[in-house]
């Protein structure tokens, strides 16, 4: 049987969960669900746990604290902690193909959908996340809450993207595209740095070897600039009669000019205030 490279999970009691990425013979239930490993005396016991305790396929596989297992794959299924222990269909998401699953460090949960974005659960509400309201394309291939790194962080067809909290930002990586679905994966090193990684589809899912293809599998490391631009106040009056407007405008350069004077962003405050989104 066929393990899914994104439906593995260390959960919280400690068990390593390996979630089946068979496609092929989905009635078999020997050729489904999931392989549990669970520490005993020196070493790890594994056990296959078949379907219902586990979708046929789950082929991403996450746990929100306090609230339980996450499944996607066909659809979106949810076993909450302490219920039924047989996952139940999200009824929002229908039949549609989850293609990644992640959770926060606010433990909210993140899930791409192809076609539609990304959507946000925080244990209450959703939020959805398109075209309409910031994402360059609807069309996402892998999420990643920053670590090092804040923010989450998503791949889409038209390239790395980036969700402050309150707005998305597109980032340019020379060399990176074009980016394909279920052919990309994202992690984060210890300084901050994201590296996309390279494969192709019948490898990751099938585990099909193409000779021919061996020059797609690498790795492209991207680092933001540590080193801010340089802001400044456009000239304006000092003074200005009471009840009047006052306008302020502002440039910034960035020391090295990696970065062009129209990509960059700003965040603005008046004295101790909050600072604006980007």
């Not at 306008?247 to 600072?275: C, H, M, V």
Request: aromatic share 12%; glycine share 12%; net charge negative.
């Amino acid at each position: 049987s066929i393990l899914s490279h994104i439906g593995v999970l260390e959960a919280r009691d400690g068990a390593m969960i390996f979630g089946s990425g068979e496609s092929r013979g989905l009635q078999n239930p020997s050729r489904g669900g999931a392989v549990v490993f669970r520490h005993q005396d020196l070493g790890y016991v594994g056990t296959h746990v078949p379907p219902p305790i586990f979708p046929q396929r789950p082929a991403n596989i996450v746990e929100r604290t306090s609230d339980g297992f996450w499944f996607g794959a066909t659809s979106l299924m949810r076993r909450p902690e302490g219920g039924e222990p047989i996952p139940q269909k999200v009824p929002r998401f229908g039949d549609n193909w989850i293609d990644h699953l992640a959770i926060d460090d606010e433990n909210n949960l993140w899930a791409a959908v192809w076609g539609r974005g990304v959507f946000r659960f925080d244990g209450h509400r959703w939020a959805q996340y398109n075209e309409s309201n910031g994402l360059l394309s609807e069309q996402v291939i892998y999420i990643h809450p920053g670590e090092a790194s804040s923010g989450v962080w998503v791949i889409t067809t038209e390239g790395l993207e980036r969700f402050d909290g309150h707005t998305w930002t597109d980032f340019e990586i020379a060399g990176g595209g074009p980016f394909l679905r279920e052919q990309h994966s994202l992690r984060e090193s210890s300084d901050g740095a994201l590296w996309i990684n390279y494969a192709y589809r019948d490898w990751l899912l099938e585990g099909a070897v193409d000779a021919k293809r061996a020059s797609v599998f690498r790795s492209l490391k991207y680092r933001a600039d540590q080193v801010a631009p340089q802001t400044v106040l456009d000239p304006h009056d000092e003074t200005s009669p009471e009840g009047g407007q006052v306008a302020f405008s502002w440039r910034g350069r960035d020391p090295w000019s990696t970065s062009k004077e129209r990509d960059l962003q700003y965040s603005w405050r008046i004295n101790s205030g909050e600072w604006s989104p980007f």
